[in-house]
């Protein structure tokens, strides 16, 4: 039987794909903060998911006005990295588990979840950021990687309740895949951060760290938190915070199982406009 | 019922909401073209003639020519679309949440390495903060020749 074993949890700032890309990393203004990832891809070494389930949002790449998904399930046999105005990024093509995946969209939709279901799409910094910092930069990324896109971007976004619902039911769907593979689900995106506007560099500390507190010890009341919280405390950007409930909901306590384990917490400010955040949650 | 929208009382925010979409649609699917190479090459060569190819307003292709994202985002823009236009530019990301605030380039990245804007005086509209429509341009990028 596939399991989730774990739920990483991290900000996906384009900048840091730049620095990255560009040899910046040893920088004193990015040595800070990729630091904060080196226990990280050292655990994930040893972890070995088999797939991880990327929960993150397209920036206006694969997704225009023309079409505006609130969920989006990749569906595909692979994705490629996508140029989003610079050149696309020079990181591995990114591999899909349509198998996997469709299983989870026929169990998830026939959980009440109305998913779209995607079989061509480009990823963006969105997904590939957090890959990078995950795994630094491999000639192949190495796992399988399904793509969750969410709608942060034209209001409203999905409300938190119905994103950490999606998780548990991604977690129904999981655990009901007769293959034993070892399986990750990753949210993405925040903290606090608005790039937009005579606000524009928000950061708000206090309210970023007591949100993921309660993100750990408390995830039921972290999901009530209406989106006006969001966009007044942590910035109009700052909702994309809502991703990370789902991967916090296909944890097994939710489900009446064991707390999860915190193996690592980080947090960072500034990276260009945001405050970066990153956790580590994993089933006992 | 009309729907509540408690978002209209943040300051210096513009929440890309369905109406806000609307009204931008043909900006914003303006700037998603730019994310073809050939379209860029295009635009700037010259910019008025290709964006008197698209169905946008006057104020609107005024302010993208002016690069004024601010009237961008009044007029329906959204700040991931508009930065289809920052790329075009060479700006990063930062230059162009920066060129919101009045500030200059040097004084917006000190901010954000001192931490960022602070919330305190920023959550409402007739609070004190720096955001706020009486402190505004919040620094000297007006002055910068």
């Known amino acids: 039987m596939a399991r989730i074993t774990a739920s990483v949890y991290t900000s996906h700032v384009p900048a840091i794909g730049a620095a990255l890309d560009q040899g910046k990393a040893g920088e004193p203004y990015w040595q800070p903060l990729f630091r904060g990832f080196d226990f990280s891809k050292q655990w994930l070494a040893e972890q070995r998911p088999d797939v991880v389930l990327l929960v993150y949002n397209d920036h206006a790449t694969a997704f225009s006005l023309d079409f505006i998904p609130t969920f989006a399930l990749g569906t595909a046999a692979r994705y490629a990295p996508a140029d989003e105005g610079y050149g696309a990024r020079p990181v591995p093509e990114v591999l899909g588990d349509p198998e996997l995946a469709s299983h989870i969209a026929q169990s998830v939709i026939q959980d009440d979840f109305d998913l779209t279901l995607v079989n061509r799409m480009d990823v963006d910094h969105g997904l590939t950021v957090p890959l990078s910092l995950m795994c630094g930069q491999p000639r192949a990324w190495p796992f399988r990687v399904i793509p969750l896109a969410v709608n942060v971007v034209q209001y409203p976004a999905p409300s938190g309740r119905r994103c950490f619902q999606l998780g548990q039911a991604i977690r129904r769907a999981v655990d009901s895949f007769d293959a034993g593979l070892n399986v990750q689900i990753w949210g993405t995106g925040g903290m606090s951060h608005q790039l937009q506007g005579p606000r524009a560099g928000l950061i708000n500390r206090e309210w970023d760290q007591a949100w993921l507190d309660q993100l750990i010890d408390d995830p039921v009341a972290c999901s009530q938190i209406p989106h006006i919280d969001y966009v007044r405390e942590a910035g109009s950007e700052g909702i994309e915070l809502v991703m990370w409930l789902i991967a916090r909901g296909a944890m097994a306590d939710v489900a009446g199982g064991a707390r999860p384990v915190v193996k690592h917490r980080f947090y960072h400010v500034p990276a260009s406009n945001t405050a970066v955040g990153h956790l580590i949650l994993e089933n006992p | ?145």
């Not at chain 2, 690069?67 to 075009?88: M, Q, W």
Request: charged share 30%.
């Open chain 2, 1 to 145: 019922m009309a729907l509540d929208k408690p978002y209209k009382d943040i300051p210096g925010t513009t929440i890309f909401d369905a109406d806000q979409s609307r009204k931008g649609y043909w900006l914003n699917q303006f700037c998603m073209s730019l994310m073809k190479a050939d379209n860029r090459v295009r635009f700037k060569a010259d910019e008025r003639a290709y964006l008197d190819d698209w169905p946008m307003t006057d104020a609107q292709k005024a302010a993208v020519l002016a690069r004024d994202l601010n009237e961008c985002i009044r007029l329906g823009g959204n700040i991931y679309f508009l930065a289809k236009i920052g790329a075009t530019d060479g700006r990063s990301f930062q230059q162009m949440a920066g060129s919101m605030t009045g500030m200059t380039e040097a004084e917006y990245r000190d901010m954000m390495l001192g931490g960022g804007r602070s919330i305190e005086g920023n959550r409402r509209i007739g609070e004190d903060g720096d955001a706020q429509a009486q402190h505004q341009p919040q620094g000297h990028a007006a002055k910068d020749v």
